[in-house]
């Protein structure tokens, strides 16, 4: 029995290294392709007419070209320019039915994943919550995407409504 080891020959290497440099190059694109088939959140925001008692809300639409839902859990950032007062019970309360849990006065998740094409409406603003506050900003964002906008509280009739911005 001969039990001679023979080395690989360099055109042998060169052309095994051929092979393996293809199969390196879609494996490490791969991800980025699979990324950019889930676009982010659009974010939108729905201002209601003068002399009404409608309120300010926000859309989040989980666009139709995505092939991705935004998983339950996803997190939601409401940033309302210092309004202090929040309450997280009454901002549950407002948003009742819409798949949507505030965990403090700053953040939400969504309960239920959103679809590719599915919107969810909410406020951000429990009524009550002052009798006037000067113009602010409020902005609410999701996995990169937001909207932004100045808004004013008003109390009409003992009821006080978030307006967008008179000014």
């Known amino acids: 029995m001969n039990s001679e080891i023979t080395s690989p020959s360099r ?5 095994g290294a051929a092979w393996a440099v293809p199969a390196v190059a879609v494996a490490a694109a791969a991800p ?9 959140p659009v974010v939108a925001v729905n201002c209601p007419p003068l002399l009404t008692t409608q309120q ?8 139709s070209s995505s092939t991705c839902d935004l998983p339950e859990g996803e997190v939601i950032t409401v940033d309302r320019g210092g309004l202090a007062g929040v309450q997280v019970g009454p901002l549950n309360d ?9 965990t403090d006065a700053n953040t939400a998740e ?11 409406t909410f406020q951000v603003f429990p009524r009550g919550l002052a009798t006037v506050s000067a113009l602010q900003n409020v902005t609410v964002a999701i996995q990169g ?8 509280i008003i109390s009409l009739l003992g009821l006080s409504v978030a307006i967008c911005g008179l000014g």
């Open 11 to 15: 055109r042998q290497i060169a052309k």
């Open 32 to 40: 980025s392709l699979a990324a950019s088939t889930c676009p982010p």
């Open 56 to 63: 300010l809300t926000f859309t989040i639409t989980n666009p």
């Open 94 to 102: 407002l948003n009742v039915g819409v798949e949507l849990l505030f």
């Open 110 to 120: 969504l309960t239920a994943p959103l679809a590719p094409g599915e919107s969810i």
């Open 145 to 152: 995407a937001s909207a932004t906008q100045g808004y004013t």
